[in-house]
């Protein structure tokens, strides 16, 4: 055990505190354990690379802990709040849940099988941004609103979301991530939108007692990813991902790690430009 497999295991245990968090009654504890616990999913990276701590063990141990929280310990939070927030019936908000639940576990097992990365992307809605995005969702104005019809819409839209991103851990769509890669345009932007601005505004909320809206804001900036990420995606770079997932041949240099690559638009998507 290295000092980056310590990190590790924070992300797992924070899942775990989640679940005991429930049993306590306390749902807004739950909440804050599986974003904290994700801060440590992102640290051990760093903490490896500072500490030129590498080995199999640690990515293996980073992938467990990553499912366990993510689609075992998330989806007993999203039951508790379907069931007791939501006030849907017992067997319903256990058939909401199963959904991450059952479509994480089938991710894990296809990775066990066959990896699901391309450098600098995810194949498949990752575990952690589905988690992440259900939480925010479920702690939003959104879904906690009173005046009808909205206190009915609203639950059932993340419900359907819920359903509908689970469906998406097994596809094969790109998503951009965040591993040694360069960022360029919109995403450069929005990743120092995102992390400069989010603990601003969690200190903020947290000051004027009103929570929610950092959920709101979290809500946002994961739909923002999830429906957005596609357009930053280069045809140059969707061409060798086929090919990766046709024959495995991976194709270098690679566009955005090791390539002088520029896009010439704010949607690289649209753009068939080719590596200088």
């Given amino acids: 055990m290295k000092l980056k497999d310590y ?3 924070g ?10 968090a429930l049993f306590l009654g306390s749902f807004d504890w739950a909440c804050y354990l599986i974003y904290i616990a994700y801060v440590f ?17 640690g990515g293996v141990l980073d992938e ?14 999203v039951f508790y709040a379907f069931w007791k927030n939501a006030h849907y019936p017992f067997w319903l908000a256990a058939l909401i849940a199963a959904f991450p639940l059952t479509f994480g576990t089938l991710r894990q ?30 702690n939003s104005t959104w879904f906690n609103m009173q005046s009808e019809p909205w206190n009915v819409i609203g639950p059932a839209s993340v419900a359907l979301l819920t359903v509908v991103g689970s469906f998406f851990h097994l596809s094969k ?30 200190i903020a909320c947290v000051a004027t007692g009103h929570s929610r809206w950092i959920y709101d804001w979290l809500m946002f900036s994961f739909v923002v990813y999830v429906s957005l990420n596609w357009t930053q995606i280069p045809k140059e770079d969707t061409r060798r991902i086929k090919k990766y997932i046709a024959t495995g041949e991976l194709e270098l240099p ?13 949607c690289p998507v649209f753009m068939d430009d080719r590596l200088s």
């Avoid at 999913?41 to 063990?57: E, H, I, M, N, S």
């Avoid at 802990?65 to 007993?76: E, L």
């Fill in 64 to 77: 467990v802990c990553d499912y366990i929280t993510n689609s075992i310990m998330a989806s007993f939070v």
């Fill in 173 to 202: 769509i790109p998503f951009c991530n965040h591993s040694k890669r360069r960022f360029m345009g919109p995403m450069a932007f929005g990743r120092f939108w995102f992390l400069g601005l989010t603990p601003v505004l969690f």
């Fill in 254 to 266: 690679l566009v955005h790690r090791e390539s002088t690559w520029q896009s010439r638009g704010l």
């Fill in 41 to 57: 999913d992102v640290l051990d990276g760093p903490v490896a690379r500072l500490t030129k701590q590498y080995d199999t063990f």
């Fill in 11 to 20: 992300n797992l245990l924070g899942g775990f505190g989640a679940v005991l």
């Fill in 109 to 138: 097992a296809r990775s066990m099988d066959k990896p699901l990365s391309y450098p600098c992307y995810w194949l498949g809605l990752p575990r952690p941004v589905l988690a992440l995005l259900v939480l925010s969702l479920i």
């Fill in 7 to 9: 990190i590790t295991l």
